[in-house]
């Protein structure tokens, strides 16, 4: 088996879950090979030697902090060229999507962007997409170069395989684009202490039938209880009850969590788009004829106002 590079998205070292999720897929395909660039490469490594890396290939350089993505692309493709390797895997975030963009025409490769699994194929690794507002699944695999693929986050359970995840540092030689677009401020959002909409392994959404913004507090009372994300339909956006940084769909974000629970949404095919993948969905909704029953693991035909806020008692209580 060949090696697979995985791109590491972390904060100075703390590695993200999306990264030990394309650790656990990477093991799949052959041996993980770690990219870590920026400070922190020795928090990280032991994290990532537990999740399966069996290198960890560190750069660090005011480069990756101040300027945009060209330097980590420039990075990565210094790694494929020194790796020569059967794949590489990068986080489905708006960040991830684009170094693997830039990568891929870099290296002259094909590229598969947010994957929902990843297999050992004849012809190189296989991955599965949900395309077409989720109307169908698809199975590729890239037939030029090495395969650049951006899997979307909770698309697996991080499971530890413990490796050496030897540490080794290389230096980049940065393209003359590189430092073309510097970073002047960052402004971090303000804390809901909840976790990130897009990566959270539970999220609770709310729709039309939450019926005002006011309302939502009983959405984020059973996030809460169940350490969720809060997520919004476009009609709940739009009426101006919950941020559009919330929306769940074709136009907000794709989430794919383990446990999706839609409250007073109807279904439309666009809020599908960006939930469909759950593992398990559950709705509540006082119309048994909404379509969102019709892709449900649990339903529950009720008011809302009355459900949710009993269904927050029991699981506080448990
Ligand atoms: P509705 O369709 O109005 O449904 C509200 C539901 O709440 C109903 O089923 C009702 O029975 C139920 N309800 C009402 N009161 C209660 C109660 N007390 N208890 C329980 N249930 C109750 N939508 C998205 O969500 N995300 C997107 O990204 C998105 N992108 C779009 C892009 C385009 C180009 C277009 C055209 C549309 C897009 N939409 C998107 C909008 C989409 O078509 C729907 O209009 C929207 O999803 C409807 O939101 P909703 O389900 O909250 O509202």
Redesign the pocket.
């Known amino acids: 088996m060949g090696e697979v590079l995985v791109y590491v998205d972390h904060v100075d070292g703390a590695v993200r879950k999306p990264t030990l999720e394309l650790l656990t897929l990477a093991r799949r395909i052959g041996e993980p090979v770690a990219v870590h660039l920026g400070a922190g490469a020795d928090t990280a490594a032991p994290v990532l030697a537990e999740h399966g890396a069996t290198r960890v290939l560190a750069a660090d350089a005011s480069e990756f902090a101040d300027y945009l993505v060209v330097p980590k692309v420039d990075a990565l493709e210094q790694a494929v060229t020194s790796v020569n390797p059967v794949a590489v895997l990068v986080p489905s975030s708006a960040e991830g999507k684009e170094i693997a963009a830039r990568l891929a025409v870099r290296i002259g490769s094909g590229i598969i962007t947010d994957a929902i699994d990843l297999e050992a194929g004849t012809e190189g690794p296989v991955a599965t997409q949900s395309v077409f507002a989720a109307a169908f699944t698809t199975k590729s695999h890239i037939t030029k170069g090495t395969p650049v693929i951006t899997v979307k986050p909770n698309s697996a359970t991080p499971e530890a395989a413990p490796a050496a995840g030897t540490v080794e540092q290389f230096a980049v030689t940065f393209s003359e684009g590189a430092t073309g677009t510097k970073v002047v401020a960052r402004t971090p959002r303000e804390s809901t202490g909840r976790p990130e909409l897009t990566e959270a392994a539970m999220v609770v959404s709310g ?3 939450v ?1 005002a913004a006011e309302n939502f507090n009983i959405i984020e009372a059973l996030a809460d209880s169940l350490g969720a994300a809060v997520g919004a ?4 956006v739009d009426a101006g009850w919950y941020p559009h940084s919330n ?6 974000k794709q989430v794919s969590p383990q446990l999706y629970i839609a ?9 599908r ?2 939930m469909q993948t759950s593992k398990t969905i559950v709705a ?4 048994a004829e ?1 379509p ?1 029953f019709d892709l449900v693991d649990y339903g529950v035909v ?4 009355e459900v949710v806020p009993q269904l927050t008692e029991e699981i506080k209580v448990r």
Do not use: E
Request: hydrophobic share 35%.
């Open positions: 729709g039309r039938g019926g339909s476009r009609a709940a929306q769940v769909g074709q136009t907000g409250s007073g949404i109807s279904g439309a095919i666009q809020h788009a960006g509540i909704n006082k119309d909404a969102i009720g008011d809302l106002f």
